[in-house]
């Protein structure tokens, strides 16, 4: 027949294929088959469910044998050794738990991991010891629990069975094993991995699973978890701290940028309006100055015009006396020359020149009237010239101020200088337009110079308010630091309260436990109060308490145990004695004790009866000698022999006692034993007389009659076996001492119920006394002082500490903050004053363009063409032949030949004819 097939596992993670218990409860050898992780068992209450589980999960994980850890429900009287001894089946047994895992490789090659626990109990020295291992294969192919006999494996050949072939580790502590299987499987470390096997053990309480209960859910899930580490907690509070402090810091930041928004609204047209009036006042005085050099230009233009109308007269009134002179050299000319002679000729020329006199007295006329209008136009113009320069002068003067002010005196004397304004020369036109250029140039570039100065300014200023406001800031930093200092303070001071009040209620508690026994205390307290400075690790004092209520708990358990054992001992005799008086008033008789050795059930329904049930002594026998053999018989196991009906021995398969018959002796047991079958007892009436005389006969009374022969004394001898045994009356031999042995019995039981009743009350009173001292352990635990109020503190504590971190962090960098504005507002001070020096303007930023002279209202300015026309509009003189209309010319107009042309008032014309 093939062997079956074993689980394998289907995942790369690690699950469970198999489990299995060698001579552990009701198992000598038995597997339990996973599938696909998961294992299902069947059976009516009673069967061992939850034991098996119990003997597997999580104890092979736990490698803890304390009963409140293995059973389910945590009864403590469920101990360990009750599940190989069986209560009192078995005096010694050693057994296995283990179970198997297993996982597929990258490869798909499987893997097996197989975790155990030996354990050996000792009948009324509960486990004797125990052991654990890690193997790397599978029970039953690649090493076995059991030997060739069939018997469990003893630690030594399970060491060498593993650890020689290196097929695996034993282990003799919990604490290596647990370290062993969380390096091998979880990798959860020491405190996570007992904090999942904790999880594990709430979990499988029957409560959990049979009654859903969220909130009792809750509760063994929060009570199997570690707690959370403070620094967490510590981080966590900062967190919701700062997170709260920014959305106030958002928050006021976005109502500044709100506000921001608002002001400058108002603010860009603020800008504007006085950017807009800046600019008109510069476009302003540029347009005064360039009028202002149109002006002097246009004077200057003026005084070239005047100047050149008064030499053109003087040339004409020079041009004039001339002609006349010459037209007087011609009359004497012509009064001695020889054409006077000729009269015709001579009037004729004399009519002539009698006209020519008199245009000439005309002209001259004319020249002296057109002098005395020039001289007067001259003077007109001169008195222009005059004003204009005084003008100039003033202009010059407030351009030098202006200059003065705006700090280019210099390059304006550089410029004006060539001009000579203010002196009698005018000035050259290509000079005053280079000038009039050079001056706009200069004064661009002042205005950019001021314009620089003043952003330096404002950059300074700009500085300067920053370094007020970092500063500002920096005071309410170290405000809110020295707070938190303060409150860091009275956070040591209230850590340092809750610790010397814990201490306080330690050594009180300390004082006053008494089923939890606290070793050292003063040391505890020591380390107490160490612990309490920074809360590192776990609380030194419930540590302790929990290790000695421990202690305490499974020493209480053990007396609990061991009363409640007592309890149901007095009750099992109690219960025999009261069963024993029932069978006695019955009529029932008692039998001698049966032998270990004997099969309960080979008596049952067999014919024959055992040798005391068919035997009475002679009346010849005294009381000393019955009771004497009857000591023998029992004490050699003859008494309760059984006697068949033909005297034979039983099938050598049947667990019993026969008496068969033997060669007869001369002195037997019939000379004091009598045959006496009770022939209403089924099984009895069976044996003849003949079978039991026979018997009788056989045995030998007295010494060495026989090889096997009893004596009244209580000596005996079977074979090669001899003994000796008293009792003070017979009591199983005869129906009268049957019968007088069942009255005294019946009296005697009656003492024995009795003191069996008050060893049962005192049991209750014991069990019932350890179970009070269990409760008032339980109630010494829950008066344990908690430190609850100490971790709030050291919260409180840490949580000041953190703020009073970033607090000083901030101050600190608003410290920094303040050194660099204070570095940025001087190095812009300094900036700013040296451009100033260099610009040579203050370092205030109140310089500003300087305003133009020219006051009034800018005058016309009189187009190109305009000044064209006045230019040529203006006629030519002409020799003797032009003239200005006046009274003059209308003198002359009025002597002038027919035909002549004159001229109204206000316009130019020609006069006489022209020349030639």
């Not at 009529?587 to 005391?612: I, K, M, V």
């Not at 101050?811 to 507002?825: K, L, N």
Request: hydrophobic fraction near 40%; proline fraction near 5%; charged fraction near 30%.
């Amino acid at each position: 027949m093939n062997a079956p097939v074993l689980p394998t596992p289907a995942r790369n993670r690690w699950q469970p294929v198999r489990a299995g218990l060698v001579d552990m409860f009701l198992y000598d050898y038995e597997e339990f088959w996973f599938r696909d992780g998961h294992l299902l068992l069947r059976g009516n209450n009673g069967t061992g469910k939850s034991k098996v589980l119990a003997l597997t999960l999580p104890f092979l994980l736990d490698a803890e044998l304390a009963a409140t850890r293995v059973e389910p429900d945590g009864d403590p009287a469920k101990r360990m050794e009750w599940n190989l001894l069986m209560g009192d089946r078995y005096d010694e047994r050693l057994g296995y738990a283990w179970l198997e895992l297993g996982r597929l490789l990258d490869d798909g090659e499987p893997a097996y991991v197989t975790l155990g626990c030996g354990i050996k109990a000792v009948k009324g020295r509960g486990v004797a010891s125990r052991w654990f291992f890690m193997a790397s294969g599978r029970p039953g192919v690649d090493f076995w629990l059991v030997g060739a006999r069939g018997a469990a494996l003893t630690r030594e050949r399970l060491k060498e069975a593993l650890e020689d072939q290196g097929r695996g580790r034993v282990y003799d502590t919990a604490e290596e094993y647990r370290r062993a299987v969380d390096e091998r499987l979880f990798h959860l470390g020491p405190d996570r991995y007992a904090g999942l096997i904790n999880l594990l053990i709430q979990l499988r309480q029957p409560q959990l699973s049979k009654r859903p209960d969220a909130e009792k859910l809750s509760k063994a899930l929060s009570e199997a978890l570690r707690p959370v580490d403070q620094a967490i907690l510590v981080d966590v509070a900062e967190a919701f701290h700062d997170l709260e402090r920014q959305r106030e810091e958002l928050r006021g930041l976005q109502e500044t940028r709100v506000q921001v928004e608002r002001f400058l609204q108002s603010y860009r047209h603020y800008a504007g309006v006085v950017t807009r009036r800046l600019s008109g006042e510069v476009r302003s005085a540029q347009y005064q100055f360039e009028d202002a050099q149109r002006g002097l230009a246009a004077v200057r233009q003026q005084l070239e015009g005047a100047r050149d109308e008064d030499a053109k007269a003087a040339r004409g009134q020079a041009e004039t006396a001339l002609e006349l002179s010459r037209a007087r050299g011609r009359a004497g000319e012509l009064r001695d020359s020889s054409e006077v002679r000729e009269l015709a000729s001579a009037e004729q020329l004399a009519k002539v020149t009698a006209r020519h006199a008199v245009d000439a007295a005309g002209l001259r006329d004319d020249a002296a009237d057109e002098v005395v209008e020039r001289r007067g136009a001259l003077e007109r113009g001169g008195e222009r010239a005059a004003g204009s320069a005084a003008r100039v002068t003033d202009l010059a003067g407030s351009a030098r101020a202006a200059a003065v002010d705006a700090g280019v005196a210099a390059g304006h004397d550089d410029l004006v200088r060539p001009l000579g304004l203010g002196t009698a020369e005018p000035a050259d036109e290509g000079a005053i337009q280079s000038a009039a250029g050079a001056s706009s140039r200069l004064a661009r570039g002042r205005l950019e110079a001021i314009a620089h100065v003043q952003d330096l300014v404002e950059r300074a200023a700009t500085a300067a308010r920053r370094l007020e406001e970092a500063r500002r800031r920096l005071g309410e930093l170290v405000s809110e630091r020295d707070a938190l200092r303060e409150e860091a303070e009275v956070g040591a001071g209230a850590v340092a309260e809750a610790a010397s009040e814990l201490l306080r209620a330690w050594r009180a508690y300390a004082g006053g436990l008494v089923e939890v026994p606290l070793p050292d205390v003063d040391g505890l307290l020591a380390a107490l109060a160490q612990w309490a400075e920074a809360m590192d690790g776990e609380d030194p004092a419930h540590a302790v308490l929990e290790e000695a209520a421990r202690r305490a708990a499974n020493a209480l358990a053990e007396l609990r145990a061991q009363a409640l054992a007592g309890e149901r001992e007095r009750e099992a005799a109690l219960a025999r004695f009261v069963d024993e008086r029932e069978r006695l008033l019955a009529g029932e008789h008692t039998a001698p004790p049966e032998r270990y050795t004997r099969d309960a059930q080979a008596r049952t329904s067999r014919p024959g009866a055992p040798l005391w049930q068919l035997v009475d002594f002679r009346g010849h026998m005294p009381e000393a000698d019955r009771a004497g053999l009857e000591a023998a018989l029992e004490a050699s196991g003859v008494l309760d022999a059984w006697v068949t009906p033909d005297g034979r021995l039983l099938d050598a398969r049947t667990h019993d006692e026969v008496v068969v018959v033997g060669p007869p002796v001369a002195a037997n047991l019939a000379a004091a034993l009598v045959v006496a079958v009770d022939r209403a007892h089924p099984q009895a009436s069976a044996v003849p007389d003949s079978t039991v005389e026979a018997i009788l006969a056989g045995i030998g009374l007295g010494a060495a009659t026989a090889d096997t022969w009893m004596e009244p004394s209580g000596r005996w001898r079977l074979g090669v076996t001899e003994g000796a045994w008293l009792k003070p009356a017979a009591t199983f031999i005869g129906r009268g001492a049957r019968e007088a042995a069942r009255r005294r019995r019946l009296a005697e039981l009656a003492g024995e119920i009795d003191a069996a009743q008050a060893e049962v009350a005192e049991a209750k009173a014991r069990t019932a006394a350890v179970e009070a001292r269990q409760r008032a352990l339980e109630t010494e635990l829950r008066r344990a002082p908690a430190a609850q109020p100490l971790r709030e503190a050291h919260l409180a504590a840490a949580g000041a500490r953190r703020r009073l971190a970033v607090a000083e962090e901030r101050v600190a960098g608003q410290e920094s903050t303040v050194a660099e504005a204070t570095r940025a507002a001087a190095a812009a001070g300094a900036t700013r004053d040296e451009a100033a020096r260099d610009l040579a303007l203050p370092a205030d930023g109140r310089s500003r363009p300087p305003a133009s002279p020219w006051n009034g209202p800018r005058p016309s300015r009189p187009s190109a063409r305009r000044r064209r026309s006045r230019r040529q509009g203006r006629p030519p003189r002409r020799r003797a032949s032009w003239t200005a209309c006046g009274p003059a010319s209308a003198r002359r107009s009025r002597r002038s030949a027919p035909g002549s042309r004159t001229c109204s008032p206000g316009s130019p014309s020609w006069t006489g004819r022209p020349r030639g």
